[in-house]
């Protein structure tokens, strides 16, 4: 009798061949990965060649907003290409038309034209080059706790270790440190003061580099990947009034926390505050076609009436990545996505994390808004001391790595970075689904409890 092959590792056996003799990941050593062979997803799952499903709690990298395949943004993307699969940006286009009209519409203040690029470092380029040109300073002030991409600029401007081996760089760059009340730099004891302090403390940045050479400041809305750090009281709108004062540009960067992350269009709008520049990406079209931006505000659009805008990309605003875009805004009208986000994360998710700093005695803090959220692991409530050391690899990353892996072995795929564990499933995310990953974790919480003294 001929045996059957198993078709499902043959395909298997297959990809992994391919990956590991000629893809190169990023930010990896590639000797040291192993790399799981997804065969599918729908909605806020995906499973492998084995059968193994995964709740996304991370949205892969935080962009899959409305989840893996989601029927309109397939539609939107399967009838533009029967229609114009792609057109060079000099040409006016209906979707590019379209979605930029649509996301002037959703931005504050009088930000109403919008550069598009294919992702969030470009945008962050571009972002800065637009400061730049509308200054005539070039220098760039951004957090020490950020990521702003990995292009050359965009790589000066991020604040955490992944900057370290690409350095040095030619962009004009200066950190500073923004608002950790759990870690305050500042040592302060309400986050009323943290506000405060972090922004005396920028206001001297700024005096000491020299307010007339600097041209921009770029600030992630609520910080993402090294922290999802939600902004104290009146910090934005602080900064809002120390680059009117000193004439710089203020540069939002929403890639991560922008379309619904935190139940809103964009995150400024929670804060009251109107930037100069929104960078956008990820959430826009949720990541099926790479596509990013910057809207910008009237007084900076106009300076490119007459005078060339020194930039553009063979693949701005490409119709199959803005079609999706198109969708992306219908969608999240009828089905009421933004009221969502804010519901589970009010209701379910902050409960819940909250609980958890009572009953575990590796959780040292719990933060976030809408389903953007962040678990702090400690071995020590009091003294703070994190689960595992500031950038650790190797062995001093185990204790982490062996939190990840209960995760996994209970169905959920976490997004994880030094010692925390980041909550952004996708926005699509039903209520049943949310509590069965959150009660994954906790679960998994005790392999962490394991460490903690």
């Not at 710089?248 to 100069?276: H, K, L, Q, S, T």
Request: charged fraction near 20%; hydrophobic fraction near 45%.
């Amino acid at each position: 009798m001929t045996a059957i092959p198993d078709v499902a590792n043959d395909v298997e056996t297959a990809i992994l061949h391919n990956d590991r003799a000629h893809v190169l990941h990023s930010w990896s050593a590639q000797a040291k990965i192993d790399p799981l062979p997804v065969a599918g997803g729908q909605g806020s799952t995906f499973w492998d060649y084995q059968g193994n499903s995964y709740l996304d709690f991370g949205s892969q990298l935080v962009n899959l907003n409305l989840g893996h395949q989601h029927p309109d943004l397939v539609a939107a993307i399967q009838e533009q290409a029967g229609k114009l699969a792609t057109i060079q940006p000099a040409f006016a286009n209906d979707v590019r038309g379209e979605l930029a009209a649509l996301i002037a519409a959703k931005a504050p203040g009088n930000l109403n034209k919008v550069f598009f690029t294919n992702g969030g470092a470009e945008a962050n380029e571009n972002a800065v080059r637009m400061a730049r040109q509308f200054t005539g300073k070039s220098k760039i002030l951004a957090q020490y706790r950020s990521y702003h991409g990995a292009t050359s600029t965009a790589m000066q401007l991020t604040g955490d270790p992944r900057r370290w081996a690409n350095e040095p760089g030619a962009a004009s760059v200066a950190h500073f440190f923004g608002p950790y009340a759990y870690r305050s730099p500042f040592h302060s004891s309400t986050p009323e003061e943290e506000s405060a302090r972090a922004l005396e403390h920028l206001e001297s940045v700024i005096v000491l580099e020299g307010a007339s050479t600097i041209g921009g400041i770029i600030i992630e809305t609520v910080v993402g990947t090294n922290g999802i750090l939600v902004p104290p009281p009146g910090y934005l709108p602080g900064v809002r009034a120390l680059c009117d004062k000193y004439g710089i540009v203020y540069i939002a960067d929403e890639v991560m926390a922008g379309f619904g992350r935190i139940g809103e269009w964009f995150a400024v709008d929670a804060f009251d505050v109107v930037p100069d520049l929104i960078s956008f990406a990820k959430g826009v079209n949720s990541g099926y076609v790479p596509l990013g931006g910057v809207v910008m505000s009237d007084e900076i659009a106009a300076i490119f009436d007459e005078k060339a805008y020194p930039g553009g990309l063979t693949y701005s605003g490409h119709p199959l990545a803005c079609a999706p875009g198109v969708a992306t805004f219908k969608v999240f009208e009828r089905d009421g996505i933004l009221a969502h986000v804010r519901d589970l994360g009010s209701r379910v998710v902050a409960p819940i994390l909250e609980s958890w700093l009572e009953k575990h005695p590796s959780v040292g803090e719990v933060r976030g808004q809408g389903l953007f959220w962040a678990v702090e692991l400690v071995t020590n409530k009091e003294s703070r001391e994190p689960l595992v050391p500031f950038n650790a690899a190797g062995d001093a990353a185990r204790p982490m790595a062996e939190v990840v892996a209960a995760c996994k072995a209970r169905g959920v795929w976490p997004m994880t970075n030094n010692n925390r564990i980041h909550i952004c499933p996708p926005l699509v995310i039903t209520e049943e689904e949310l509590r069965t990953g959150l009660a994954a974790i906790e679960e998994a919480l005790s392999v962490a409890d394991g460490f903690a003294h």
